[in-house]
Every structure is written in C-alpha cells, then in structure tokens.
C-alpha cells in the first residue's frame, strides 16, 4: 500500500500541540494589549493648528492650568480655551510672532481655531470635570505630566477598567483641593491622609453604578 | 374572568381599555415580539443575512491595515469659541425666561438653552399662567422650532422672493391703502399689546380698516356674549382654586379649551384630600358630546349632543335663578331625560353660592354663554371664581364676515398673520378662492399654509423662540418673549413684519420696548431687565396708552376701537339667540380641537402624530367617532378580532362628504358624530402629508362647530388605525402567578385604584385592602435583592408617586420626555407593530357600561423595581441596579436580547428595532418606493434634515442606536447633574427637590412627586404615607419605586348612592378562597 503522506508528516500532530497552544496565547495575550486602548490610544499625539507649548506655558512660566481652562471647576467640561484667552497676552506678548498667525487670524475672522481633541472618551460615557476635582483629583493622575509636554499626548488609557480602578479605590488619587493643578505633588512625600483632611466635608464615593456615567 | 366578576363588589369597577376586551375577548393584542418583527427588507437583503455582511466586512476591515488605524477611534476636532460669550459655560445649560402664547394661552415659560440651541421648556413657576407646568403643545413647540419644513423665505406665488421684495411689496399695499383704503387683517388670538400697537397705527394711517380674527382660540362667542350681559370689551377670567362645584357645559378646560395649564393646577388642588385645599373637595359635572379628558375628571358626566347644551343650561337656570332683571330669559324648554342630573347639579350650585361657577366651552354660541354669565352672577361667582378683566385683544369681526366682506369687495388688501382660515373655514365660503381674487394679498406665517397657498405673497414669520414679543395673560398683566436663538431661517417676526411696512426698521426688541416705553417714558431699562431674568412683570395694557400716544378717536375706525361699554343688557338679543340655538333633530357633527395637533398647527410635528389621543389612543390619521349604539344602528363595526380595521363611512352634512375610518368610541353622546381637526395637510410638510383627513371640509358657516342633519353611510372598505390602545396590557394571563405555574389563577389587585370620599374618610384603607396580598406577606425570593432604604449610609435612594386623583390625562408627560430623553418618532407602521418609543405612556382604562363608561388615566414610566425581573434575566448585565435605587440601563452592553421587555410586567421596556434615530437612513428612504404596498413611513420621509433636527437633542443623553433596549431612567441625567453639583458645591447630598424629573416638571396638575425616600421628610415620603398610596402589582413582589396614589371622586349622593355591598376587604378575601 503506497504511502499517502510522506513520513514527515507524523511531526504534525506534535508541532499543532506546541504551535496551537502557543499561537492562542500568542493571539490572547497580543490582542489583550495591542487591541486595548493601553497601545490604541496611548501616546496619541496629533498635529495641532498652532505648535501651542504646555511645556513653556504651564512648565517653565508656570500658568495655572485654570487660567486657559476656565470651566473645569464648574463644568462637565474643561474648555479649550477661547481665542480671545490667547489674545489677553500675545495682544502685547510676542505680538507679531510667525507661529500666532493663525491665533490673530482667528482673532479677527471670528472663526474658531480646529484643535485635535486628544483626550477622547466615547459619547456615551459622560465624564465631568467638576466633579473629580471637587473630590481632589489632580490634573496630572489622568493627563500626565502636562507642563512637560511640548506637544500634548495621551498618557493613560482612558479605558472603562482605567476609571473604575480609581472609582473602586480614588484614595492613591486624592489630594487636597488647593494642590489640584500642581503637577509635582506627591501624595506619599506630603504623607497625605484624606480622612484626616480637614477642609474636607464629605468622603470621597465615587460612582460604580452603570448610570454613574452611562446615560 | 368570570370568576372575579362573581365576587366583585359594586364598589369595585371592572377595568377594560378596549370594546373587544369588554366583550370577553382575549385581546387580539398581538404578542409583544410579532412574528417577522425583526425583519425588514434593505435592499432585498434581509436583516440576518445583513448581518452577516457586515460581520464579514469587521472582519476584513480587521484584516487590513494595522490593529492601531482600524481600533484608533475617529480624529476629532474642538472647535472654541474665538470670543466666548460672557456667562457661556460650556456643557452648562442656560435658562432665559420667556413666554409664548401655545394653544390659546399665555404660559410663561423657562427655556432651556444648551450651547445657544433651545432644547427644552418648562414652565416658568412664578407666572400665573403656568404655574411652572405647561402641556403638551408647549413641550412640542421645540420640534417646530427645528422643523425642516418650516417656512424660511418669503414666496410670490409659487416662487422664493427675497426679503426686499416682499417687504417693498406689502409696503406698497399698505401705502395705497392709506389713500383707497380697503385693507383687512386677519390675525390670530395673541395678545401682544405691541403687534396691537402697529395694527392700530396701520388701521389709523389707512381708512375703513378692518380687522379679523378667526383662529380656534378666538372665542367669539364669548366676546359678544359678554357684551349681551353688560360686560362688553371684557373678559371672564375663572380661577378654579376657589370653585366648590364646576358645571362645565362642552367644555374641555382640561385638555384644548384656553388656560389648561392653569386650570389643571387649580382643579388638581381641590382634588388631593390629604391637603388642606383639597379636603374641601370640588365636585365636577360636565355635559359633553364627545369624551374628554376633562370628561374622565368628571364626579358626574351627562352624555348630550354639543346643541343640548343650551337645553341643559336652561333646565339649570330655571333651578339656580338668574339675576332679578334678566330673570324673564328663558327657553322654555329642558333636557329630557336629565332631570336628577339638572337637580343635582342646580342644588350643588346653589349650595355653593359665590363658590361655584358654570363653565361652557368655546364651541357653544354666544346666547349660551351669557346664559352661564348670568347664572353666574345669579350664584354671586363674579368676584371669586369668575372675574371681569379688560379685553387685550382689539374688536374684530369672525371669518363670515372676512368672506362677505370680500365678496362685497370691501376689502381689496389683505394681510393674514398667523392664521390660516383657508384650511379652517367652512367650505361654502369659498375663502380659498375671494383669498386669490384679492387684488393684494400677504401672509405672515410659520407654515407655508393653505391660506399662504391663496396668496399672492407670503412672508416667513420666525418662531417665538426667536423673537421678541409682550404678551398679556390671563391676569391682564403682561410678560414678555425673548429670542433663545437668532432666527434659523433669517425671518422676520410678525411684529418686525408689520413696522417695515410702515417704515419702521427698529428690531423687534426695540418695538416692545417702544410700546411701553421702556428707559424712556415708561418704566426704567432696570425694569425691563428684571422683566426679562423673571418672565413677570406687574405691566397692564392700560400701561401702553400712557407710553404711547393713542390715536384720537376720530381717526380710528370703528372696527378697531373698542366698543364703549355696555351699560345694559342686551336680553332681546339674548333671548333670540337661546331660541335660535334649539337642538336639531337627527345625527349631529362635532368638529373638535385635535388634543394632539390641535387646530391643525402640530400636523407636521411628528412628536404630535405619534402621540396617542388620550380618550382614543389613535396616532397618525383620524376618524369618525361614535357610540357604540350610534354605530350600531347605522351599522358601523370593526373586523372580527381585530378592532383596529375597521369600517370606512362616509359623512355627509351640508351636501359635503368625506370618507374616512369609523371608530365606535365608548362615552360618545348619542347620534352624534365627532371629527378632529388637523388632518389632511397635503402641502404643509413631509410629516403631515396624507394623515388624516380635513375634517374643516364639512364646516357650516353658520354653526362651525356642530351642526344637527349629518348623515354617515358605510363605504366601500375598511381601514387599518394606527392605535396603542392595546399595547402594554398589564391583564395579560402571562404575567404574574400563572406565569409562575400555568394552573395558577390569575388574581391580582387592581392596577387602577378608585374610591369616593366619603368611602375613604369612612375607611382610609379601603385602597389598600384591594392588595391581593398583605404587605407583611411580600417577602423577597431572594436574599438581599432589595436595597434596604432605611440604611442611611447607602445614600439617597429615588422613588416616585403619581397621584391618580391630581391627573387629568394631558399627555404633557409623555412629550416632555420624548424631549428631555432623545425619544425617536417610529411612524404608524411601526405604532401597528407595537413599537412606538414612549418611555411614560397614558393608560387609559373605562370601566361601567360600553354606553356611558368612566374612564381613569394612569402614566406609566419605568418602576424602577427594587427586584426587576428585568435585571435578573439580562445575560449581559446590561441593566443592573445602582446604589441609589435605579433600574440602570447601559445602551452600550445592550446585545438586544429583548428578555427584559419580555420579563418586565409593566411592559415599559422600549426595543429600537432601527436605527430610528437617524432619521436620513437609507433604509427609511426605502419607504418612498413602496408606497403602492401600503408600507409608508412617515416619519421617516426627510430628505436630509438630520442636521437641523438633530440641534434638538439633549447632549446630556445617550442617542440609542438600532438593537438597543431602553426605558425610562427616573431622568437620571437630571439626577446625575444635581449629585454632581451637590458633591462640588455641599455634602454630596441632593436637597429635597433639587431633582424634578422630565414628566413631574412639565405635569401642570403636579401630579408626579419625585425625590429622596430615605428622607421621611422629603415630599414623595410623605405623599407615600398616605393610605391612598398602592405599588402596582405589588403581589409579583418586584418591589416598586413608583407607586400610585388612587384616584378619589366625590360624587353627589342623590346620583351615586354609596355601596351597600361587601366591603372591598371581603371580595379581596374570597379572591384567596
């Protein structure tokens, strides 16, 4: 009886043993990383219209981060800030600098800068500024070290298990209300307690029901 | 069935919604999920092989190119404002007050306006007119506002004009009416002193003008009534919060007939024993045609022909009295058949005195209403429920005499504001065609319309969202309109209309303020500031003579002046009108107010279509309603099994005809025959087109309203209607014991709860011994499902209670949330297939004989169950419960299942079986196609609106997409932003009212409590203490967070003697034996 398959074929069955194995684990565990928004999304790091430098403005000058983004005490946004923000400087500031030619042209057409927006979350899940930071979340714990950042990227995931990490335990997070846009705090240098926080007038709950943030 | 009829005491009513239910048919309701639901053709290609296109389409998509630009999710872009707008904050929602004349009254209102979009109105609780609640229409007007369909440009005939053209044009008129004269206005019933102002300076600069009004709102009849009793150019102003005993006489004061808003609020305050108000219970009687909503309020309701009503108010006369020198007004002749009715009521009346008052709608005549004016003031009313307030509107003539007085050619120039008699005056006037004889012709307007359709220009008027304006309310003080939004289109409002055609070029807040002066030598600009931030004012018409020079009275014609006031009566005339208002003999025609589209102004607002009539539950098209003896006898029915085909008539009045569907209608009087208003718009919008039919068509000059010799003759055919009269059947044997164990009897404790007060002040348990169950037998089948609520640690915990007693069945509710919650419009096909998208629908339920039944209205939005039998059958946790007591439902994990709608024994799970929300899809443009197969989707017949639509949207909720499930979520978006703001600005704790749902806000009988249980002290706590308070189907042990508080009547005893039979508690029992 002539042989059908060649002989090396009984190695087959051995090498699916060890290939399929590895090769679903390979898949899983690739797909658990390159798949999630810890590789998807961070580090994004789009081109913006004007080359605005955190770095220089938060960094080195040491702009409080509210003085741009006005709302983010009072609103579920912290907004970009308006033309008009810029202009309350470079009106006198490097006033005829190349690299604001789009900021005087938005000045005076009235047409709104296109920023990339960076820090997306999905239209369903309904974040708000106000109130992470009336708990005492700092800026830096979700946007990284901002007043390093020439270009702004993303530095956390962002994901659903991201925020819940915090919402299961926000203590590691906590910090007191006047340290909020400090980018160098450190809560374990400073040996903060939030339960011992006086200026506090109420614990920290944060939400882990669906309609928490799913509306 | 049969078994619970036998041991039922008299003191319990049998609940039935439809007439095939009444007739012990199982409902041919189809099953919740029909067969082939979810299937519908895309381009021949079917829904689950469209599937598995697209999930071979990820796959390769998947395949090609890296992981990182296939996940990535879309670049987006943040536009900032270059100057942003002081006190802008964005994502915070801003509230302008304002005020808007919606179904024939002036609500003040507070518009919601979310980044410079309206999005949503409440009413303003400080103005009298609402009260803080508003209705239906108001809630609606936001969909107008974005209406694709709208009018934008001015047009010549059939072609777009620009603005300098049609302005030059009615210029032109105006100034060659100022030498020839000949000018007629038509305008509709709004009281703007400041459009007054302008209409009085054209009719003083042109000679012989003559004005018009000829809206539904109009009330001429009362207008000239009050002149017969000696009240000429004033107005009857009625508050019902003093009234102890109310006859209405054709009279919806509840649901389309004037200040509904603020006679909801006043009649639901006397209606809530718990209050001190309301321990002093009104009592309602009402003599209606038809079945209103005001009709269901009503403690005892005589069935009578809309002509009857004069009989009636005679036989009531003769008993009440009339004052000493109007004393000889008589008919002559009663009601047969009515007398206990007449006596009853006559005595309650008497009995009251100056607290009680007789109300008769606006479609009755003249004589009839100063019959009441008369009994009234025999009963001493005038002063507290009735007062006398200066009319704000000028004198104008009605549609007859627009129609004889262009037929004479006295009027050549005519100008429509917002009116449109071409589509609402009876036929025989041939307004249509005098209207295109004009030799100039303008209407200033919304729509283009019927009546824009007859003229030679038409110039798009802005909505009121974008204009500014004072209106005058029901109080004779005046508020005022301010624009949330420049005007979409680039329109003109009516008053920035009239000043260009004198010239005038101010904008329109420069002519409000003109007209009274304001910063100049009226009050100060502070004032008009606080006028504005408050929407009230203390301002009175009487304001503006003094801040604007009137015009002598040598220069104004007549027609315009106000009349001086009659000193005397006019009873000649009066008792000559009684007598011409003899009831006529055979089958009489009502014409009605749709109570969703209104006069006609809501037939392109596809919220409006959608909404079920309260009584009739119908959406999307109308029909001839009649008793079920009336339908007998001319041999009107319906299929077999399937109530909702049913026979096409054809009524003839007049000479006219008009074929439509035939819909038997429980409580309609007897040979009567009612038609709505509304339908049968042909060119007014793409939502509109084909519904219905005109009833207007078969309009009588001479009696627009009802006219006695109707005949209705069956025609060839029957007719599908588009009902949700049978969706939501909570009676279904699947639900509940037997769905446990099918041999189970189904006994279960009434899902609507009536009592009377002397049965509840004799036994205040009487609601809840109707509990199949005691409370102390509810016990849990699982361990620790249920949030304990006293656990004050687990914080606040949310719980709603409607009082039936407060409802008067508007609907408001119901649009409101379809405003608040991004609640799509699913078209009549869909309606038929049971999937319209209602979160909060009306049940409406009769109960007595198929001839004269009672109805109740019971709300129905999620009960937020504390053990959902949703969340336990959901395999993907899509719906789970929160810490603080609400059903949570996360669109996001929704696979669409549908086990929880299945599950859920109140049936308010809503399934998006299409992508409903996007209303340009391509699958719904598909619809135009397949016209001559019957599948038309109205909705969905937009070309490209979604842009302007979709500006509508409240960003604070998710839009669902296709094979979503969803329901009502106690508006947790509105909870969520006040624990926000509690957490930033307090303690983290929501203060008592700090949250108001959609549907408790917009409700203008307060119905609808809502708020913390876990604070005994809060206001739905104690409103759930009452012993009135009953969870419905408390017995499946769901636990629900909204409960109902049952609806309390306070009969007459001479009419309704109280039950003698078995206490409740012993036909409760027997159910157990």
């Known amino acids: 009886m002539a042989r059908i398959f060649p002989r090396w074929t009984n190695l087959v069955p051995l090498a699916l043993a060890v290939a399929l194995p590895v090769g679903a684990v390979a898949a899983v565990g690739g797909a658990w990383y390159w798949f999630s928004p810890k590789y998807t999304d961070v580090g994004y790091q789009p081109k913006q219209p004007v080359a605005f430098s955190h770095a220089l403005h938060a960094g080195r000058l040491g702009m409080d981060c509210r003085y741009c983004h006005d709302t983010a005490e009072r609103s579920g946004y912290a907004a970009v800030p308006s033309t008009q923000t810029c202009m309350n400087c470079h009106a006198v500031v490097k006033k005829d600098s190349a690299l604001l030619e789009k900021v005087r042209e938005s000045w005076e057409s009235g047409e709104a800068l296109r920023w990339q927006r960076v820090h997306m979350l999905p239209d369903y899940a309904y974040f708000n500024h106000s109130a992470h930071l009336a708990a005492g979340v700092g800026c830096v714990s979700c946007h990284g070290r901002i007043d390093q950042m020439e270009v702004v990227q993303q530095k ?31 809560a374990k240098a400073a040996g903060y307690d939030p339960s011992k926080d006086a200026t506090r007038v109420r614990a920290v709950q944060p939400p882990q029901h669906c309609s928490g943030c799913h509306r | 069935m049969s078994d619970e009829n036998d041991v039922v005491a008299p003191t319990r009513p049998q609940y039935w919604r439809s007439l095939d239910a009444a007739a012990g048919n199982t409902p041919a309701s189809r099953r919740e999920f029909p067969d082939g639901a979810d299937v519908i053709e895309v381009d021949d290609v079917t829904r689950r092989q469209f599937l598995g296109i697209m999930g071979a389409s990820l796959a390769l998509a998947g395949l090609s190119g890296s992981a990182c630009s296939a996940i990535r999710k879309p670049a987006q872009e943040i536009l900032p404002y270059a100057k942003r707008p002081e006190d802008l904050v964005p994502g915070m929602p801003q509230y302008f007050a304002t005020t808007a004349f919606v179904g024939g009254s002036v609500l003040g209102l507070l518009a919601k306006s979310q980044d410079g979009r309206p999005i949503k109105v409440e009413g303003n609780p400080a103005h009298p007119g609402s009260l803080g609640g508003t209705n239906a229409w108001a809630q609606a007007e936001v969909l107008c506002l974005y209406d694709p369909d709208r ?50 300076s054209i009719a003083q600069q042109c000679p012989g003008t003559k004005l018009f009004r000829t809206d539904a709102w109009a009330d001429a009849a009362a207008r000239e009534a009050a002149a017969l009793v000696g009240h000429a150019g004033d107005v009857a102003r009625v508050d019902l919060s003093t009234a102890d ?43 209606e045609p038809s079945f209103s909503t005001t009709g269901t309020r009503a403690d005892h309701r005589l069935r009578a022909k809309a002509s009857q009503g004069v009989d009636f108010l005679a036989a009531l006369a003769a008993q009440v009295g009339l004052p000493a020198d109007a004393a000889s007004v008589s008919t002559g002749r009663t009601l047969a058949g009515a007398d206990a009715f007449v006596a009853a009521a006559a005595s309650d009346l008497k009995g009251a005195g100056a607290r009680a008052v007789v109300l008769v709608g606006p479609r009755q005549p003249a004589a009839v209403h100063a019959l009441a004016a008369l009994i009234n003031e025999s009963l001493g009313a005038v002063g507290t429920t009735v007062t006398w307030l200066p009319d704000p509107l000028p004198k104008a003539q009605g549609v007859v005499e627009l129609a004889a007085a262009l037929r004479a050619g006295e009027v050549k120039t005519l100008v429509f504001l917002g009116v449109n008699p071409v589509y609402e005056a009876a036929p025989e006037l041939g307004l249509a065609e005098l209207v295109k004889a004009a030799p100039f012709s303008a209407h200033v307007g919304n729509w283009r319309d019927e009546t824009a359709a007859a003229c030679t220009w038409h110039l798009a008027a802005s909505h009121w969202l974008e204009t500014w304006d004072d209106l005058v309310g029901s109080d004779g003080r005046v508020s005022f309109t301010q624009p949330l939004i420049a ?14 055609a004198l010239g005038d070029n101010s904008d329109g807040r420069a002519l409000v303020m003109a007209t009274w002066g304001f910063g100049a030598t009226g009050p100060s600009e502070g004032d008009w500031r606080t006028a504005l931030q408050t929407g009230v004012t203390s301002l009175t018409p009487a304001a503006v003579a003094q801040a604007t020079p009137a015009p002598t009275a040598a220069a104004v014609p007549s027609e315009a002046a106000p009349a001086a006031p009659a000193a005397t009566r006019d009873l000649a005339v009066l008792s000559a009108g009684l007598a011409a ?41 109308d029909a001839a309603a009649m008793s079920p003896a009336t339908a007998k006898r001319l041999g009107v029915s319906f299929k077999e099994r399937d109530p909702l085909v049913v026979d096409r008539v054809t009524v003839t009045l007049g000479g006219r005809s008009l074929e439509l569907p035939g819909l038997i209608s429980p409580g309609l009087a007897d040979d009567v025959v009612v038609l709505t208003m509304g339908g049968g718009r042909q060119d007014l919008g793409r939502v509109a087109k084909g519904v219905g039919v005109n009833a207007c068509e078969l309009r009588q000059a001479a009696s627009p309203w009802f006219a006695a010799g109707a005949t209705v003759a069956r025609a060839a055919g029957r007719s599908r209607l588009y009902s949700t009269q049978e969706h939501g059947d909570l009676t279904e044997p699947s639900v509940g014991p037997a769905f446990i164990h099918p041999d189970t009897p189904v006994v279960r404790g009434d899902l609507v709860r009536e009592t009377t007060i ?34 004050a640690a687990r914080g606040q915990q949310w719980g709603m209670a409607i009082d ?70 959901c395999p993907v946790a899509a719906t789970t419960h929160s810490e603080d007591g609400l059903n949570d439902m996360a669109y996001n994990r929704c696979i669409g299942t549908r086990y929880c709608a299945n599950n859920c024994p ?47 949207r409240n960003p604070d909720v998710t839009v669902r997409f296709r094979g979503v499930m969803e329901k009502c979520t106690y508006c947790v978006q509105r909870i969520s932003r006040a624990r926000i703001d509690a957490k930033v600005h307090g303690d983290g704790l929501v203060p008592d009212g700090g949250v108001t749902t959609a549907c408790q806000q917009a409700c203008p009988a307060g119905a609808i409590v809502f708020g913390d249980l876990s604070d005994t002290q809060s206001r739905v706590s104690r409103v759930k203490a009452s012993p009135r308070n009953y969870r419905m189907l408390a017995e499946l042990n769901t636990q629900p967070r909204t409960s109902y508080l049952a609806r309390v009547h306070n009969p007459n005893e001479t009419l309704e003697p109280p039950a003698a039979a078995p206490s409740a508690h012993e036909a409760a029992g027997e159910h157990h034996g």
């Open chain 2, 151 to 200: 009018s934008g440009t001015p047009f010549h005939g059939k072609g777009a004009a620009s603005w300098d053209e049609a302005l030059g044009a009615l210029r032109g008129a105006i100034d060659a009416a100022k030498t020839a004269g000949g000018l007629g206005i038509v305008m509709d019933s709004r009281p703007s002193p400041t459009r007054r102002r302008l209409v009085d």
């Open chain 2, 804 to 873: 039936l007693s407060a409802c008067v069945g508007c609907n408001a509710c119901t649009i409101a949330c379809q405003a608040e919650n991004n609640i799509p419009v699913v078209g009549a096909e869909r309606v038929e297939d049971g999937r319209e998208m209602h979160w909060i629908r009306l049940d409406r339920y009769y109960s007595g004989s198929e001839e004269d039944p009672k109805a109740v209205h019971q709300p129905i939005p999620c009960m937020q169950c504390e053990n959902a039998p949703c969340e336990q059958v």
């Open chain 2, 758 to 791: 002397a049965a509840w002040a004799a036994n205040p348990q009487v609601v809840r011994e109707l509990d199949v169950i005691d409370p102390v037998e509810e016990k849990s089948l699982f361990k620790d499902t249920s949030p304990d609520i006293t656990e």
């Open chain 1, 156 to 186: 956390e995931p962002l994901s659903m298990s991201w925020c819940l990490d915090c919402h299961g335990d926000p203590t590691p997070n906590l910090r007191p209300r006047s340290e909020i846009t400090n980018m160098t705090w450190d």
């Open chain 2, 906 to 952: 109140y049936k308010v799970r809503r399934f998006n079986y299409f992508n409903f929300a996007a209303e340009n899809d391509a699958m719904f443009r598909q619809a135009d196609t397949k016209d001559d197969q019957g599948y038309v989707d109205k909705a969905f017949q937009h070309d490209a609106p979604a842009t302007l639509i979709s500006l509508q």
């Open chain 2, 581 to 621: 208002a003899a009831p006529g003999e055979g089958l009489e025609l009502n014409i009605v107010l749709h109570p969703c589209l209104a006069d006609g102004r809501y037939s392109n607002n596809a919220w409006m279509q959608e909404l079920p009539d309260p009584m009739t539950k119908l959406t999307w098209g």
């Open chain 2, 245 to 287: 005993v109310i006859v209405a006489i054709d009279c919806d004061f509840l649901g389309t007939d004037g200040d509904v808003v603020r006679h909801a609020r006043a009649f639901a305050s006397r209606r809530v024993p718990e209050s001190p108000d309301g321990a002093r219970m009104n009592r309602l009687y009402v003599v």
């Open chain 2, 487 to 500: 005007p979409i289109h680039g329109t003109s409002s009516d008053n920035e209309i009239l000043a260009r």
